[in-house]
């Protein structure tokens, strides 16, 4: 079975940082793609920034390019954001998530396996 763990967020003033980390363990064999994404008080879900198994293709929301940083050690199963100049309206609960999703990389719904969340809270 796949866990998915969050860590990293928290409270922080705008124009500061933060580095989210996330920890999937019980992958099996395949090509795993894994994302971030975030959900703000009354927002839907919406992805934030993913990246594709052999880490050819990235994706990041309009709102976060040049920002925000995806990476992943794949030896380790683990995955990060740098989150820079941070601005009050990226406050919400932030969400990793795995799953063999392939071209579909921005679907929410292809992602099978979720972390509880990690708070990311951004005062102005």
């Known amino acids: 079975q796949v866990q998915v763990q969050e860590s990293g967020g928290g409270l922080v003033q705008a124009g500061g940082s933060l580095r989210l980390s996330c920890t999937a363990s019980g992958l099996t064999d395949g090509d795993y793609d894994m994302g971030w994404f975030r959900q703000g008080a009354g927002k839907a879900r919406e992805g934030v920034s993913c990246?594709?198994?052999?880490?050819?293709?990235?994706f990041y929301h309009a709102n976060v390019k040049g920002r925000f940083t995806i990476s992943q050690d794949r030896a380790r199963n683990m995955l990060y954001l740098q989150m820079n100049r941070l601005k009050p309206e990226d406050t919400a609960m932030y969400y990793c998530?795995?799953?063999?999703?392939?071209?579909?990389?921005?679907?929410?719904?292809?992602?099978?396996?979720w972390g509880q969340g990690t708070q990311v809270t951004v005062s102005s």
């Open positions: 990246i594709s198994a052999n880490g050819a293709i990235t």
């Open positions: 998530a795995t799953g063999m999703v392939g071209d579909r990389i921005l679907e929410i719904s292809e992602y099978t396996s």
